[in-house]
């Protein structure tokens, strides 16, 4: 299991190399030069020829790609100075370069965004769950009935809307036609500056739109799971046994059941840590996924290179434990 | 659907009723189904006495685990009606409530099913599913003396170094030591009754051996009715006591192994026997298949069921076997043997041109 933890942090780490390089290329061979966007900024739309030159000049753009790209790993692990026009910004290890909007190096920022998301995503995973698996169990337990059937399709009807749809309805409806009291004012506020009231009733909205959402689909999985497993051999010989039949359900079914919901749920949390575009650009909420919206809006090389790569860590990561987990729970699989 | 009126007895009345352990009458079993009633199982009368095996032969989807499971109450009340009439140990099973069921199954009846690896659930240990199946009908015993139970089982069905294979995982077994650790599982309660449902199609032949030996070992020490399904009449040869043959749902012959191995008066059954070569031990006996198909049991053919697929009707007389269900009525060897057929000699058309094909040598013996 160790060598096997090892084996795959090396390809992620492979994996990370390629990324980087194919964003810094893309930039790089980009249509317009990659300092026009922070040209244009600081001069407030005068930039001349003579200017851009500058700043190309000073950014490195006239070196050769692979120079650049070899000073921004030299800098990931120990630390450079950037320079820009004629300013000087130190960036501390790891460096993952200086905002072209902000100035402020990328790897502070990326922080203290992290909070945020970080706060969507357990909200919404744990609605994912707490909705998803026990009405796709019931679901199951009363397959073919009408209930069943009602509930199939008024799910496929929900997931079936475009997301960012239907969390803007949320929110339309809920603060601006309705102003539920309490929740309307969202947005993210840190707990240990405003408490965990507020914390609370900032992101509420933001878990209602990402749980009924996702929770349908984990209903989805979960009753198609569970029909599978009802339908095994060891269900039978369970009821053989004599046990009651909370048992047979929860204890040999759901257990069954879990494993592939488990992994689906892996990949599902890795992508809400990642930052959650829509809900984080809808409820306001200053996480990695605005974040990466507003770079990718204004060319922000650096901030767009730090949030692809946090996303495909954290995606790298949650693949590792999903597998690792999966091996705890199917005692068949063994790691190699 | 008949109601049957409910008898519900205790543990102690059960053991003590009268006659045989397990009596089925009349049983009839149907699904509803989209394309209309499926009755897979119908007019099943059959016992079976302590310390007996019944063997029930018949191909495939005649109906052989419907009926098993329907003793065990293991069909879903929605997706199948139940009629006739099941006592096990005296107590009326067909329409007795779910927690009574319950207590009877596993504790009083237990059945092993054919594919071990899939019948055994693959996230828990061994051990840990026979404890479960212990501690359910035992809820006074702690943890600790059904893992001891369990171990205890494990070594009784042969399996070795058990006290450290019970933390083994299915999986980890090889196919002869799952289907012993589903033996142990199911009499691990001390059963009266057992259904070991094909229990070694899934093996091979010499683990196969070694299984039959296991349960006939275990039916003497533990004195329960033993019933035996199974496509194989070698497995009916060595282990059956009675026989009922399964043919569209229905018995289409029942009596004791000898009068269903050596006088058989049923053209099905004379096409099970000629399909195994081994039943007289001859080496030069032939293999013949019976042709055909089973009937669909959505509109099973009228009259004899196995008309369709039967050389012997044309000796009946006019076209009986196509239009009227023979009755289960006495064979012509002994009172307890039953077949369901039209044929008026049975006997004679068996000597002179059933027998010469399957078992030439023996044809100068009984004559
Ligand atoms: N739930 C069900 N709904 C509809 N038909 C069913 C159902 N269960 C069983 N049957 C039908 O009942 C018939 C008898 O099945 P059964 O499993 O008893 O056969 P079998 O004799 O045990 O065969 P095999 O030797 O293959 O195990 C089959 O034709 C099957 O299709
Ligand atoms: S009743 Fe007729 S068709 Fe049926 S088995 Fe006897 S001879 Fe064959
Ligand atoms: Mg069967």
Not at chain 1, 127 to 139: R, S
Not at chain 2, 7 to 29: C, I, M, W, Y
Request: net charge neutral; glycine share 8%.
């Amino acid at each position: 299991m160790f060598a096997y933890v090892v084996k795959r942090l090396i390809s992620g780490v492979l994996v990370l190399t390629l990324v980087s390089m194919g964003i810094f290329l893309l930039f790089w061979f980009g249509p317009s030069s990659p300092a026009q966007p922070i040209c244009d900024r600081e001069t407030s739309n005068r930039c001349t020829q003579e200017k851009l030159a500058v700043y190309e000049k000073t950014l490195g753009y006239n070196n050769p790609v692979y120079e650049e790209y070899g000073k921004f790993v030299k800098g990931v692990f120990v630390g450079r100075t950037l320079t820009i026009a004629s300013n000087e910004y130190p960036c501390a290890a790891p460096c993952l370069g200086v905002s072209f909007r902000t100035k402020q190096p990328v790897k502070e920022e990326l922080v203290s965004r992290i909070p945020a998301t970080f706060s969507v995503a357990i909200g919404g995973a744990f609605l994912y769950l707490l909705f998803g698996i026990p009405i796709g169990v019931a679901a199951a337990r009363r397959r073919g009935t009408v209930a069943d059937k009602a509930l199939v399709s008024s799910f496929l009807f929900i997931s079936s809307i475009p997301y960012y749809l239907f969390a803007l309805l949320t929110w339309l409806y809920l603060t601006i036609t309705f102003e539920v009291p309490l929740f309307s004012d969202t947005g993210y506020f840190a707990i240990t500056e405003y408490g965990p009231f507020k914390w609370f009733s900032g992101l509420f909205l933001a878990w209602v739109a990402l749980g009924i959402f996702g929770c349908t689909q984990y209903t989805r999985f979960t009753r198609g799971a569970m029909v599978e497993a009802l339908s095994e051999d060891y269900i039978r010989t369970a009821k053989a046994k004599g046990l009651p039949s909370r048992t047979i359900v929860y204890r040999h079914g759901l257990r069954a059941a879990l494993v592939p919901v488990v992994t689906i749920f892996g990949i599902d949390f890795g992508t809400l840590l990642a930052g959650t575009i829509f809900t984080e650009r809808i409820f306001e909420i200053q996480g990695i996924g605005w974040w990466s919206l507003e770079a990718v809006q204004g060319r922000d090389l650096p901030v767009v290179m730090a949030t692809a790569l946090f996303s495909a860590v954290v995606l790298i990561i949650s693949n590792l434990l999903v597998d690792v987990i999966y091996s705890v729970l199917d005692p068949r699989v063994r790691l190699s | 659907m008949t109601s049957v009126p409910m008898t519900q007895s205790s543990a102690a009345e059960r053991d003590q009723h009268e006659g045989p352990f397990l009596q089925v009458e009349n049983l009839k079993v149907t699904f509803p189904t989209q394309d209309g009633p499926v009755t897979a199982v119908s007019g099943l009368t059959y016992s079976v006495e302590k310390g007996k095996t019944l063997g029930i032969v018949g191909e495939s989807g005649s109906g052989k685990s419907v009926s098993s499971m329907a003793v065990m109450g293991l069909h879903d009340a929605k997706s199948a009606q139940i009629s006739g009439s099941i006592r096990v140990g005296g107590t009326e099973v067909v329409g007795l409530s779910e927690s009574h069921m319950r207590g009877l199954r596993g504790n009083s009846m237990a059945m092993i099913f054919q594919d071990a690896l899939a019948a055994l659930h693959p996230f828990y240990k061994i051990g840990g599913q026979l404890e479960e199946a212990y501690l359910v009908h035992h809820s006074s015993a702690s943890k600790r003396d059904a893992r001891r139970k369990a171990i205890e089982m494990l070594d009784r069905v042969g399996i070795p170094q058990p006290d450290r294979r019970v933390d083994d995982f299915p999986h980890q077994f090889s196919g002869g030591m799952r289907q012993r650790a589903m033996i142990a599982m199911g009499l691990i309660n001390d059963p009266s009754l057992l259904i070991a449902d094909e229990p070694t199609t899934a093996l091979d032949v010499t683990v196969q051996a070694q299984i039959l030996d296991l349960l006939q070992d275990l039916q003497r020490e533990f004195n329960s009715a033993v019933i035996i399904i199974t496509h194989d009449l070698g497995v009916i040869a060595e282990m059956a006591d009675d026989v009922l043959v399964m043919y569209a749902g229905r018995c289409v012959e029942y009596g004791t192994a000898k009068q269903i191995l050596t006088s058989p008066e049923m053209p099905y059954t004379w096409g099970l026997l000629s399909s195994i070569p081994d039943v007289t031990a001859s080496t030069d006996a032939r293999l013949i298949p019976i042709p055909g198909n089973p009937p669909s049991l959505l509109r099973p053919p009228p009259g004899c069921s196995f008309h369709p697929r039967c050389v012997h009707s044309s000796k009946v007389a006019g076209d009986l076997c196509s239009t009227e269900l023979p009755e289960l009525l006495p064979a012509s060897s002994g009172t307890a043997h039953l077949k369901r057929c039209h044929l008026t000699d049975p006997v004679g058309v068996y000597r002179s041109e059933v027998l010469p094909e399957i078992a030439p040598e023996l044809v100068e013996e009984t004559r």
